[in-house]
């Protein structure tokens, strides 16, 4: 398994910007494709931005195409998401885990994830 930490919410104007982190930990970080999701209240979590076990491979859901990044430094078991021209319908607790099984990616269904961790509140105001 790969365990989790997000950090680096906040809140923030629309229009800015914020840089989530994610913290692995386990020897096979690098084996792990991982993912980006988010939960506002009262909906269902949404997957936000993928990216494979290789790092080469990176995809996204269309709300936040072309204002995402997503990275990853297997050497540092670290993820990260640059979120820019942040937009209020962007509020949510967001999340990050890893695929259940190695070497695969590609799933946007957040029941291919996990375990989760505790989330970091992103807030942007109006």
């Known amino acids: 398994q790969v365990r989790v930490v997000e950090s680096g919410g906040g809140l923030v104007q629309a229009g800015g910007s914020l840089r989530l982190s994610c913290a692995a930990s386990?020897?096979?970080?690098?084996?792990?494709?991982m993912g980006w999701f988010r939960q506002a209240p009262g909906k269902e979590r949404e997957f936000v931005a993928g990216?494979?076990?290789?790092?080469?491979?990176?995809y996204y859901a269309d709300s936040v195409k072309g204002r995402c990044t997503i990275s990853r430094d297997n050497a540092k078991n670290m993820m990260y998401l640059q979120m820019n021209s942040l937009k209020p319908e962007d509020t949510a607790v967001y999340y990050c885990?890893?695929?259940?099984?190695?070497?695969?990616?590609?799933?946007?269904?957040?029941?291919?994830?996990?375990?989760w961790g505790q989330g970091t509140q992103v807030t942007v105001s109006s």
């Open positions: 885990a890893a695929e259940k099984e190695e070497l695969r990616g590609g799933s946007r269904w957040y029941g291919d994830f996990g375990p």
């Open positions: 386990g020897r096979t970080f690098s084996r792990y494709s």
């Open positions: 990216i494979r076990w290789s790092g080469g491979t990176t």
